[in-house]
Nanobody
């Protein structure tokens, strides 16, 4: 089994920055892909960004140019640096991980952390 622990959510004003972190622990699987999804009430969960164990990344259109996903090579810790935040970024953000290399397909999920962007 894989356990994911998220941290870093909170309330910020528009234009400010916020950093989310996720640590994956496992004694069985090799974690290849890690990513961040977000979800607002009434909508489907959407991919924000993903990163492979080798550093390959993928971003949603809304995240490109504002968010930066990073991961220490060989480790199962991941960071999402979110800059120039907008009210529409408000959502519950979920950390995800997988033994697949596909950055769109995840098996394990964190509990989620709330990000609120409001003045």
């Amino acid at each position: 089994q894989v356990q994911l622990v998220e941290s870093g959510g909170g309330l910020v004003q528009p234009g400010e920055s916020l950093t989310l972190s996720c640590a994956a622990s496992t004694d069985r699987f090799a974690i290849n892909a890690m990513g961040w999804y977000r979800q607002v009430p009434g909508k489907e969960r959407e991919l924000v960004a993903g990163i492979s164990s080798g550093g390959r990344t993928k971003y949603s259109d809304s995240a490109k140019g504002r968010f930066d996903i990073s991961r220490r090579l060989g480790e199962n810790t991941m960071t999402l640096q979110m800059n120039r935040l907008k009210p529409e970024d408000t959502a519950v953000y979920f950390c995800a991980a997988s033994y697949y290399y596909n950055l769109d397909e995840y098996v394990f999920w964190g509990q989620g952390t709330q990000v609120t962007v409001s003045s």
